[in-house]
């Protein structure tokens, strides 16, 4: 069983690895956050669409190998997805209704 | 000892899918959690860029990010120690399981920790809940997911105390420690989210 879990899931180190590479991107979104303070032509150009690429790389990671996504059935893959593109769906359509989402961005 | 058993993710005993019910459970509720946090971040967004008149403090003149990025960092390496908490159980180690399950509620109560301290110092600054929309907005939506680690908090102790009461934990309770795992990276990804589009982007 022990052999079986092993074959499915990364190894104690491999997820050691995975929070290393989460802790740098952390590190790269903070850095960003400060460049963006300092650079008011990076700030409206860049810096919100690649904050928001890096949360989007974050998400994945910890779902995919974290949470073991990537190794489930199909059937769960549908339940995760499906609530998440709803939520996503209901709720930019609301705030692009609403004119915010293009303050956001 | 001898009733303990390793915990086996393939060993399917309720289903009609081939996927245990509790796990299916789990997942169908953490799907509808997308639904109940994009509420308050939409609420959060709503107000976050708008002016409710001088004199009243908004929350983005408040935010410490160094402090922030801590508390985040902290959140981040706690989904590590329970994923270990899993693999350590999948492979039989009890201890192992015992010690990454109580690191990660260690890790979680550090982070509550540090939302109780930046709460404190906004309401020392004059941000409180009535303050103004984008402040209400703010507290709602962070302090719904700070309940959220707090009874994942609850639920890691659990899990531990019942282990060390019986010498390690059974098959059946080795459920319990992927669905709580669930939960908890589930509190992570959100907290993923929270921090990018609240504290980071202007």
Redesign the interface.
Known sequence: MAEDHAAHHPTPRQYVNIAILLAVLTAIEVALFYVEQGVEEFTTNMASPLLILLAVLKFVIVVGYYMHLKYEKSLVKNFFVIGFVAALVLYAATLFALGIVSGVF | MADVA?V???HDVHES???ENR??GM??F??????F???L??NY??FK?RDFGAGTVYPRELYD??FT?IS??VL??S??T???AH?AL???DQNGTRTWLLATGMLGSVFIGGQVFEFTEFVLEGMTISSNPAASAFFMLTGFHGAHVFIGILMLLSLYGISRRQGGLTEAQGLNVELV??YW??V??IW??I???V????
């Open positions: 390793h086996d993710d393939h899918t081939g996927i796990k299916l997942w169908a953490l799907s509808s959690e997308f639904l946090f994009g509420a971040i939409s967004l709503l860029g990010i160094p990025s985040s960092f981040l390496m989904s590590l329970m994923v270990l693999h999948a492979t039989g795992g669930l990276h589930f992570d990804i993923i989210v921090f990018t589009i504290y980071l982007i202007p």
